[in-house]
């Protein structure tokens, strides 16, 4: 498994859906690899609440797993996104408890969600790396705050009805 760590959300130009892009944690930006990861809008908007660390009057889904977690006195350990197959990677968020660990199947950008909430290390397949990922240097650079700061444009200009399928 490698250690990752998101580095950046952004919106994809070509499909207006959002990618979060994970970076193996021991790789310098520039080089190395890049795992682009295209998710849903509810859950970029979720992930980039925690990022930013804003707190909602009312708990969201993720908040709500995780707060229930909690109660359950057990631990997001970490999230593993364990294989991609035809485009579509499946993740397991690992939960620790007193007397024993459990795995419960999850979709990266909940798992994610949720590990940003727990402050909990997320980690990918090798063998995901080998087949999904990037190299760095492929990617244009990117200005974080820039591309941030046209997401948050964008939710706050989004139609709930974007949603609806």
């Given at each position: 498994?490698?250690?990752v760590?998101?580095?950046?959300l952004a919106l994809?130009?070509r499909s207006?859906q959002p990618?979060?892009?994970?970076?193996?944690v021991?790789?310098e930006?520039?080089?190395?690899?890049?795992l682009p990861?295209w998710?849903?809008?509810?859950?970029?908007t979720a992930i980039?609440?925690?990022?930013?660390g804003?707190?909602?009057p009312r708990?969201?889904?993720?908040?709500l797993?995780?707060?229930?977690?909690?109660?359950?006195d057990?631990?997001?350990?970490?999230i593993?996104?364990?294989r991609?197959?035809?485009?579509t990677?499946?993740a397991a968020?690992?939960?620790?408890?007193?007397?024993r660990?459990?795995?419960?199947?999850?979709?990266?950008?909940?798992?994610i969600?949720?590990?940003?909430?727990?402050?909990?290390?997320i980690?990918?397949a090798?063998?995901?790396?080998d087949?999904?990922?990037?190299?760095?240097?492929s990617v244009?650079?990117v200005?974080?705050?820039?591309?941030?700061a046209?997401f948050?444009d964008?939710?706050?200009n989004?139609?709930?009805?974007?949603?609806q399928?």
């Amino acid at each position: 498994m490698v250690h990752v760590r998101i580095a950046s959300l952004a919106l994809d130009p070509r499909s207006n859906q959002p990618v979060i892009i994970l970076k193996p944690v021991d790789e310098e930006p520039g080089t190395g690899r890049l795992l682009p990861i295209w998710i849903g809008h509810p859950e970029a908007t979720a992930i980039l609440l925690a990022i930013e660390g804003v707190e909602t009057p009312r708990p969201m889904t993720h908040d709500l797993l995780y707060n229930v977690i909690g109660a359950l006195d057990t631990l997001v350990e970490r999230i593993e996104i364990t294989r991609v197959e035809e485009g579509t990677f499946f993740a397991a968020v690992v939960l620790r408890g007193e007397e024993r660990t459990r795995i419960v199947d999850a979709r990266p950008s909940d798992s994610i969600a949720l590990a940003l909430r727990a402050s909990a290390p997320i980690f990918v397949a090798e063998d995901v790396m080998d087949d999904a990922a990037v190299p760095d240097e492929s990617v244009e650079a990117v200005d974080e705050e820039a591309e941030l700061a046209a997401f948050r444009d964008f939710l706050e200009n989004v139609d709930p009805e974007d949603f609806q399928g």
